[in-house]
């Protein structure tokens, strides 16, 4: 069976034994609700726009001052 789903044997054996003591398979943190997803994405969104923004500003200003000290 482990062949056929192509993973080890020994992954397999875990789950069954993990099955069989009524364990849950997947230890994962719970999902975050959508709002709150949106929400972070909103603000990665925005920090990444400002990033970006600074990122343009140094470039100019390394320009400025290497044609200043020629």
Do not use: D, H
Request: with cysteine; glycine share 2%; net charge positive.
């Amino acid at each position: 069976m482990a062949r056929s789903l192509e993973i080890l044997s020994k992954t397999l054996a875990n789950w069954v034994y993990r099955a069989r003591k009524g364990q849950a398979l997947l230890m994962c943190v719970p999902a975050k609700p959508v709002a709150e997803i949106e929400a972070e994405l909103s603000r990665l969104r925005q920090e990444n726009a400002r990033s970006r923004l600074e990122k343009e500003i140094l470039k100019k200003a390394a320009a400025y001052f290497a044609r200043e000290s020629m």
